[in-house]
């Protein structure tokens, strides 16, 4: 056994010499001689060291135990019997205490080989039979010493795999995406907790394919992934819903040793961009039909005139063309609105905070609006505390918040009617209420006013034009500022828009 | 004469359609809301109606064509609807198919704007395809 040691393979490129595969050729192996006679001591020491091993020596079980407690061994030489410590007693207390990093060897007279065996039964690697060649000896204990190192680099291994598969395992499962993974018969044979979450369901086994998925599209989709060629693999992107969300799922091939073995799904929830995107289809079909309805009226108008059926009346022609210029020019209102909205949403506007006093922002958007005023012969008011109202806010934006509300207030206001706005300090906030005598609105009308294109249509309103934006890019603008805007209105008697804005002291 | 009664919240296109359907010798009614649109329709028993659909809601137009036809002696009245809205919003507006007609009550989608001779050609097509039935 000795002399016919277990087949080596060597490594692929590199030459198989003992040094290598004991891993002598990186540093010498350390060898614990135990021996109650000297000169077989120091006879093996000399072999051992001339062979580049680091050899120490004992002399009985107990002070072998110590040594190899303050420096370890790699191969311990123990002989079979021994004044004291028996050496199969030695053997069991070595591979007990050291065992991970000492490998035993026994060493015996010819005639006890029997007995040498039935120690390596017990755990000790191998033996040598005493008296023995130094080459023998040598190759003994390289062996041995390969061994040692093997079963170390393989118990390393073994918990570098555990912690690796511990650390795929938390990473699977802290993702912020579903994993599925289906085997080629489509079960499903992995859930992480986030897919278990987006699909609502607990894995279990046994599960179906449409167990997890019963959208047709996307269980065809996957279907069609774990049928592809693994020389030309599919990928497919689905989307689906998982109750409330809207999911995205990544199916790509698995793999296993180039042949299809089926799929993994990677969910992602994908719902605020599915909003967003839902938002801004309702928000563009919106800016077309706000876009055509001025359009179909104004081109109805001319059709109208250009049919001559009122050429005998050029006052009614008259009052359609006044009624085409309106209605362009709030087309054009309109256009400058949405690309103003347009603009502060791609953060084109240049905005300066200063600190600002609404009494004097508000007083000259007042005396912008008078000529307006005067035609409808609707008197303004401004109430304020006597001291400055200051806000740290952008000039133009505050412009823009008054411009819209003074300008509905002289709009939807009745002749002769009255617009106060009115500042007071409400906490750590300023109120300014703009108050008008018009023609107010229901519950039900105020439901959607701060909504884009939002606009209340009755015949009290029929006449008068608007985007159907000015409040909502006032409750926009506000929100930069956390400032807010509500509304406190009753048919025929007038509405009052409230907006707070912090106070700057 | 015919009697049409058209509902649109747009008191411009109302008053431009009436100016030249009157003109054409139609009697016209105008409502601008689905309230007053039922009303008119109730009051005269119109021979056809014209109705916009984005009014209050931007389904109003469905709900006026759904109460209309439950009116007596409105089960059949030729109603057409006039829309701004792009043809695709989230539902595609197609009466010339069964189902489509069926679910909205109206016989016909048209886009706006519509040419003035394109709608009297629609009025006259149904108006007379109207008197046949009768």
Known sequence: MNESGPAVRPLPGAPLTAASIAGLDREPIRVLVIDAEEGMREGLRRILQKRGCIVRSAVTGESALRLLAESPCEVALVPLSMPGMEGSALTEQIIRRFGGRTVVVITSARASVEAAVEVTRQGAFDFL???????????????????????????????????????????????????????IRREPVFMNPRAEHFLGTHFRDGMSLPDLFPDMDTAAA???????????????????????????????????????????????????????????????????????????????????????????????????????????????????????????????????????????????QLEFFKVQ?????????????????????????????????????????????????RITEAGPAWEIAVADTGIGMSDAEQAGIFQEFYRVKNHKTSGITGTGLGLATVRRVLAGYNGGAVVQSRPDAGSTFTVTFPRES | MARILIVDDDTDLLEGQRLFLEKQGYTVQTALSIEEGLARARESAPDMIIADLMMEHYDSGFVFCKKVRELPGLEKVPIVMQTAAPRKMGFTFDASVSPGREWMKVDEVLTKPVPLEHLLGKIEQYLSSKSRHE
């Open chain 1, 373 to 421: 005023a005067d035609k409808r012969r609707i008197c303004f008011q401004l109430e304020a505390p006597s001291g400055p109202c200051v806000v740290k806010a952008d000039r133009g934006d505050l412009d823009r918040i008054f411009m819209n509300l003074i300008s509905n207030g002289i709009k939807y206001n009745r002749e002769k009617g009255s617009l106060t706005v």
């Open chain 1, 129 to 183: 039979v005493r008296p023995s060649s130094p080459e023998n000896l040598i190759c003994v204990v390289e062996r041995a010493a390969q061994q040692g190192r093997m079963v170390r680099e393989r118990e390393k291994y073994l918990s570098e795999l555990a912690g690796e598969r511990n650390l795929s395992h938390q990473m699977i499962n802290s993702m912020h995406e579903g994993v599925v993974v289906l085997n």
């Open chain 1, 222 to 364: 996957i279907e069609a992934v774990i049928d592809s060629a693994p020389d030309h693999p599919e990928c497919r992107v689905v989307q689906l819903s998982g109750g409330e969300r809207r999911l995205q799922g990544s199916i790509s091939p698995l793999l296993r040793e180039g042949e299809a073995g089926g799929a993994i799904v990677i969910l992602s929830d994908v719902t605020e961009t599915w909003k967003a995107e839902q938002d801004k289809n309702r928000f563009i079909s919106m800016v077309a039909h706000e876009l055509k309805s001025p359009l179909s009226a104004i081109i109805n108008y001319l059709n109208v005139i250009l049919t001559g059926m009122f050429d005998d009346n050029p006052a009614k022609v008259r009052e359609m063309l006044e009624r085409c210029k309106i209605r362009g020019e709030a087309l054009l209102d309109l256009v400058r609105d949405l690309l103003y909205i347009n603009s502060r949403e791609v953060g084109k506007v240049e905005r300066t905070i200063e600190p600002l006093d609404l009494k004097l922002v508000i007083a000259s």
